[in-house]
């Protein structure tokens, strides 16, 4: 209700040119004010995605930025032109009503283009068409000197470059510009329960190498045992195998997915294509068998699935200190990408480390590139995300030893840590992992060493509570 309402208030497509002079002039006047502290952007930390609140909301310059609009659909050049907190739901109820769609749509509906477009995002069809950013073709954003820029493949180009996760320590975004792409009404999803981790490596690459699947995703539930997903998106469905996994009475995806290794049968189902994007939406993955453990049960989401899921943002704004802290020492939630060539290792490695299961397997392609993030060589290379979500059953578990035992060896294998989880590593390690000679460059020359903090000091498990 209350996202409804600051829609509606806040809503203004027309108002964009007004609404970026108005962020410049923030900028100009914090400026003249001899830019005493660093600027970061005025949204409450406990609305963003990532359960944890960044510390720095209350010492920096608050710069406000109410652009949450889809200002222009160009079928012509086949982009969408988006303002950042424009978020993955608003962006799919339009574009597949007029039968389109992104060609990455990540998973939860509250994901903001400005948080795809400054960390990241993956979704099944990543094996395609790369992470989020890679389907970006223009960006425009407010530098700290006030000025309005665009930035392309051709025009700015190693700002455009630099962009993708720098976690607006480079600009303010004010639009983004990604491609679309001709949608279908379903998606033909096959279920394929594989045993054997060995057998489980095998098949999933198998799969993100076949690009005649337009979805490949992978739930690992234990070391084991496996459910291998591949779907195309199709105009027709088979009425007897439509499956409408979105109605608030059908049980949650992964323990839908789960049923068909219980019962080692394959299976097909079609499902309408903005319910398969959403399909992990309604039980957060599976975060809240955690927060609601009888969720899933008949009773419960005949009476009251129409509730769930709670707002992250309202789990973090009631959240208190010793919950805080509980989540902090005994709860995993991490996404690492991981080259495809090592990941039974990467498995294995997360078995021994945190032994949180089920895990979330989902391909995509890295081209290379001179940003932050690229393969190791001067080829695209297919990388996994391993995406780790819940209570750790090693009694062992210590979360700070722990996570940075994985990501010592992400980055032993080239890999990459998503950078809404808790990150523990120093500051030498973290750009032995990332690639920061563009940023620190532009960094230097656009003036922002004394605009915003460098991105480490903005992510630093240090930097937020």
């Known amino acids: 209700m209350r996202a409804w309402i600051i829609f ?56 406000m930025i ?3 609009d889809i200002l222009e659909v160009d079928f012509k050049r086949q982009v969408v032109r988006v303002e950042p907190l424009a978020n993955m739901g608003q962006v799919t109820a339009l574009l597949n009503s007029i039968g389109w769609t992104l060609p990455v749509l990540p998973e939860l509906d509250d994901l903001t283009v400005g ?11 990543s094996h395609i068409y790369g992470l989020f950013q890679h389907i970006c073709v223009a960006y425009e954003l407010v530098l700290a000197d006030g000025s309005l820029v665009r930035c392309t493949e051709e025009e700015n180009s190693d700002l ?5 996760w720098s976690c607006g320590t480079l600009g303010f975004l004010v639009a983004a510009e990604i491609k679309i792409v001709p949608a279908k009404l379903w998606v033909k999803l096959h279920y394929e329960p594989v045993r054997g981790l060995e057998n489980i490596c095998q098949r999933f690459t198998e799969a993100s190498q076949n690009k005649e699947n337009n979805f490949v995703e992978g739930i690992q539930y234990t070391l084991d045992t496996a459910v291998i997903m591949t779907g195309a998106m199709m105009d027709y469905a088979e009425p007897d195998k439509i499956n409408r996994i979105g109605l608030y009475f059908k049980p949650w995806f992964f323990k839908h997915v789960k049923s068909y290794l219980e019962g080692d049968r394959t299976g097909v189902e079609y499902i309408p294509l903005r319910q398969y994007y959403h399909r992990h939406t309604r039980s957060i993955f599976w975060e809240l068998q955690d927060i609601i453990p009888f969720g899933n049960n008949p009773a419960f989401r005949w009476l009251f ?27 995993v939630i991490q996404d690492m990408l991981i080259p495809m060539k090592h990941l039974q290792a990467a498995i294995t490695r997360f078995h021994q480390d ?53 990501e010592k060896f992400v980055r032993d294998v080239h890999g990459f840590q998503m950078l809404y989880a808790d990150v523990y590593m120093e500051r030498e390690e973290f750009w032995e992992m990332f690639d920061g000679q563009l940023y620190h460059r532009l960094r230097e020359e656009l003036g922002c060493k004394e605009a915003f903090p460098e991105v480490y000091h903005k992510i630093c498990k240090s930097a937020r509570h």
């Open 8 to 63: 509606k208030m806040c809503s203004a497509p027309k108002l964009h040119d007004q609404r970026v002079r108005d962020i410049q002039r923030q900028v100009r006047e914090w400026k003249k004010e001899g830019g005493k502290t660093y600027m970061c952007t005025g949204r409450p930390g406990w609305l963003t995605v990532s359960l944890r609140v960044g510390k720095y909301k209350k010492t920096h310059k608050n710069i």
């Open 66 to 68: 109410n652009m949450m």
């Open 115 to 125: 948080g795809l477009v400054m960390g990241t995002g993956i979704e099944s069809s």
């Open 160 to 164: 455009f470059h630099a962009v993708p």
């Open 305 to 331: 699935g129409w509730m769930v899921p709670p707002k992250i943002s309202l789990l973090k704004l009631t959240q208190g200190e010793t919950i805080r802290q509980l989540y902090e020492q005994h709860h």
């Open 354 to 406: 945190i032994n949180v299961y089920p895990l979330w397997l989902c391909p995509f392609l890295l081209p290379a590139g001179r940003g932050m993030v690229h393969p190791k060589g001067q080829e695209a290379e297919l990388y996994v995300d391993i995406g780790a979500y819940g209570e750790p059953r090693d009694r062992h578990f210590e979360a700070k030893a722990s996570t940075r035992q994985l």
